[in-house]
């Protein structure tokens, strides 16, 4: 049974949250309506997530595919519910994650993108993904470098059964949410740059910076915290 406290908490952390990003948007002179809400869901309980779908969340982000097949499965079908990818995905799980997921967020290799048109070409789809992008330059993290990403992205064009919609990136972490918008900044740009083929998605914007990110450009931001509260684990 679903605690109904924690279901009215979540279910009030969803409208402030799309509250946020409204005024975020109207602040940017952009239409609200541009910017989708991305429930990050790893190590919440599928209860948790049934009462953001009340609210009104139909747009699910797994980074755990471990984690995300068993709630894929308790979850169910819901009216124009989503599941996205939003993890760092390894080549051997690519089978599992190719067609159950409508957006792969986090394509940063020629060789994963190759294995992700492999497998939607023998499942008879073709599977929507966005690059990650490295924009802080961090040592310790995945994605494709920025100065990468244009090549990258024209050798993906003719992979016949991957579409290429946009870029993802995570930046530096900070305790200031001013301190991403240089990177949010700089993703949009480079996404712009790259516009003739066709990549007008940026997911970018977390608990604590999402207001920033849609400020600067955001069509997705991810989720978790000020929906679900601090995880454990
Ligand atoms: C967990 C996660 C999020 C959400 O992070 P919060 O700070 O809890 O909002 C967003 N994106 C990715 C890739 C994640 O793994």
Do not use: C
Not at 132 to 151: F, H, M, Q, T
Not at 186 to 196: K, T
């Amino acid at each position: 049974m679903a605690d109904s406290r924690s279901s009215d908490v979540i279910g009030h952390n969803v409208r402030a949250v799309l509250d946020n990003i409204r005024q975020a948007a109207l602040r940017a002179g952009r239409r609200p309506e541009a910017v989708r809400l991305i429930a990050a869901t790893k190590t919440v309980s599928p209860d948790s997530v049934l009462s953001a779908i009340a609210a009104g969340v139909r747009i699910l982000g797994e980074s755990r595919l471990q984690e995300a097949l068993p709630k894929i499965e308790a979850i169910g079908a819901h009216e124009g519910l989503e599941w996205h990818f939003i993890g760092r995905l390894q080549r051997r799980k690519v089978k599992s994650v190719v067609g159950r997921f409508r957006l792969i967020h986090s394509v940063d290799s020629l060789d994963l993108a190759a294995e992700i048109d492999r497998r939607a070409a023998e499942a008879g789809i073709v599977q929507a993904v966005l690059m990650e992008v490295n924009i802080g330059d961090e040592a310790s993290k995945g994605g494709l470098a920025p100065a990468a990403v244009a090549e990258a992205v024209a050798a993906i064009k003719d992979l016949p059964n991957v579409s290429v919609r946009g870029l993802m990136a995570v930046p530096p972490p900070s305790t200031d949410p001013e301190a991403a918008r240089p990177y949010f900044r700089r993703l949009r740009e480079l996404a712009l740059s790259l516009l003739p083929q066709g990549l007008q998605e940026l997911s970018m914007g977390m608990s604590q910076d999402y207001a920033v990110a849609v400020e600067e450009g955001a069509t997705m931001v991810r989720v978790g915290t000020a929906i679900f509260g601090a995880r454990h684990g």
